[in-house]
């Protein structure tokens, strides 16, 4: 890689050993991935904090106290996905049940543990769906270095900013990132033209759509057309979709998402190596997929993956007024959002019909570990392809059902102990 | 030894040096990592993939694509629990592919000039030249005939 005469410097140690470790991390992974150079971030940086992508170049929580100390702070504007601590539950810990995330002493050394962090400035949105709440998003045509499989597509295609999936302390602290992949202009043009021919109505619909996308594209760009206009809780669903059930890391929605203003932008004048069509066929054979198991004796409700919307977690409010959940239902989303949820009653109304509502975490961060004392369920009920598709694994060895559908499916399990979902 | 042996080499770009080989585990279906690989056990989870509960410890991993979470290091992570592949070989990764391999720390090699999970078959003998960015492949010999 070519470096500057800064970089050079950083990476013989002039500005300290733990500068040197992180540049030598970007100039490692640079080279293993075929960048050429290393970009000045002028976006913005999602972290895991205190996760590390690879150990041989961890920097502790340890050392980021003692920088922290001596005043060192992050180059660019950081902002925190969910904390990786296994158990840690920012809001609605105390009454979950579930050990070790309801004990206080834990919760305390979880903060604790991340005050350094904030201490260098990285903001405490502490969710994967920190970019609707962080209140600063970063400009088009900037580099940034995000992480988390719905925020991946947010950045790229719906903010314009340009990211690989490796935000991180060394990224933050160093504020620069190899350039490669999506960094570069070419790599983000549409290469495959996909034509919804089903009618996008539901959120649902947009999960589905974006698996049966992502299944079929991998790592491509493709171009979205004839998916009307998402609604933000059905973007961030179907970006989720996206790069799960596939790589889809970056799309275009002509005439909606900034680097499409037409269908030509979006291949940057070229023509599309592939057309694909996604039919109602495609979505249910994806919500067949998800609904894995035979058994409708739901044991466990699952909503807010991605972290949820003040809108859904409204509508949860709605569907449950009057209601009794007979199962336990987690309905999860980000601090900044259960503050608002708490402002507008909706907190009240979820645990009055004997819902929890829970945030900075999920099921699959606690490895399934759901069911007091920490246990896993054995039929779970969800909204979300992506939570699905994982919760198993997360439970593996023991074999754990999942049910999928609607908001309403779930929330209607959570009230009977039955699922009656069907396709419709 | 009647049959000649059918050697193949693959041409590619070096993600980690080292030679290594060993026998080749292939997946068609891209790899998915987080709660969908068990780094301990070795092997992949994810529900109706071709390669769950196959162990890939001392296996050359051939595969098409990453997909999903960025917890897919976990694959370079069962380093910890010596159960890591003796090699990586993929048709086409990003940054996930580019970490498990440098936290496995061993040969890996991508962007061949033809596919390599059309080319390599489960059983072969694969020699990875990660400096090189070259791939031998041994076919093995079919049996009853």
């Not at chain 1, 702070?73 to 539950?89: N, Q």
């Not at chain 1, 035979?294 to 949820?308: A, E, K, Q």
């Not at chain 1, 009794?324 to 503050?339: E, G, I, N």
């Not at chain 2, 996930?96 to 003998?125: S, Y």
């Amino acid at each position: 890689m070519r470096l500057t005469d800064e970089e050079k410097r950083i990476l013989n140690g002039e500005r300290g050993e733990i500068a040197q470790r992180c540049m030598k991390f970007l100039v490692e992974y640079g080279e293993a991935a075929g960048a050429e150079y290393l970009v000045d971030i002028d976006g913005t940086v999602d972290m895991h904090p205190g996760a590390n992508w690879v150990p041989a170049y961890s920097v502790s929580r340890e050392e980021v106290a003692a920088l922290a100390a001596r005043g060192e702070r992050f180059k660019v504007p950081t902002f925190s996905d969910k904390a990786t601590a296994p158990g840690f539950i920012v809001d609605g810990w105390e009454t979950c049940g579930v050990h070790p995330s309801c004990e206080p002493a834990f919760h305390q050394k979880c903060l604790d543990d991340l005050k350094p962090y904030i201490e260098m400035g990285m903001i405490p949105t502490f969710s994967c769906t920190h970019y609707l709440v962080s209140s600063f998003w970063p400009a088009p045509g900037t580099h940034s270095a995000w992480v988390e499989s719905s925020a991946i597509p947010w950045v790229n295609a719906v903010l314009g900013s340009r990211s690989n999936f490796d935000g991180c302390f060394q990224t933050a602290y160093l504020g620069k990132v190899p350039a490669y992949d999506m960094h570069l202009t070419e790599n983000r043009a549409a290469t495959v033209l996909v034509r919804c021919e089903t009618e996008l109505k539901r959120d649902m619909d947009y999960d589905l759509f974006g698996w049966a996308v992502g299944e079929r594209l991998g790592l491509k760009v493709p171009a979205l057309v004839g998916i009307g206009r998402p609604t933000t809780a059905q973007l961030v669903k179907m970006n989720s979709s996206l790069n799960t059930g596939g790589q889809v890391r970056m799309y275009h929605i002509p005439g909606i998402t900034p680097e499409a203003p037409t269908l030509e932008a979006a291949f940057q004048g070229k023509k599309p190596r592939e057309v694909i069509s996604i039919t109602r066929d495609d979505l249910r054979r994806v919500y067949d997929m998800m609904n894995y198991g035979s058994r409708d004796d739901v044991d466990f409700v699952h909503l807010g993956c991605p972290h949820y919307t003040i809108q859904e977690v409204r509508k949860v409010a709605e569907l449950l007024d009057g209601k009794k959940c007979s199962v336990r239902l987690w309905v999860m989303t980000s601090p900044q959002v259960y503050s608002l949820a708490e402002a507008a009653g909706y907190r009240k109304k979820i645990e009055a019909a004997g819902g929890m509502l829970l945030s900075g975490a999920c099921a699959g961060l606690l490895k399934g570990n759901t069911m007091p004392p920490a246990n896993k369920p054995s039929v779970i009920a969800t909204d979300s392809a992506k939570q699905d598709y994982y919760i198993t694994g997360h439970c593996y060895p023991e074999k754990v059902q999942v049910r999928y559908g609607t908001m309403e499916d779930c929330i209607e399990a959570a009230v009977t102990g039955r699922w009656k979902g069907e396709w419709r | 030894m009647n049959k000649q042996t059918e050697r193949i080499i693959l041409k590619g770009r070096k993600v980690i040096g080292g030679v290594a080989e060993g026998e080749a585990l292939v997946s068609k279906m891209p790899l998915m990592g987080w709660g969908n690989v068990d780094p301990q056990r070795g092997y992949t989870t994810e529900r109706n993939h071709p390669l769950f509960e196959i162990p890939f410890k001392g296996k050359v991993l051939v595969f098409t694509e990453p997909r999903g979470s960025g917890g897919f290091v976990s694959y370079g992570m069962s380093r910890m629990f010596g159960t890591h592949p003796a090699a990586f070989v993929y048709r086409k990764g990003n940054n996930l592919t580019v970490f498990a391999a440098m936290v496995a720390n061993v040969p890996t090699v991508t962007d061949f000039d033809q596919d390599p999970t059309e080319v390599i078959e489960t059983g072969d003998h694969v020699i990875v030249n990660g400096d090189k960015g070259i791939v031998e492949v041994i076919k093995k010999r079919k049996t009853g005939r």
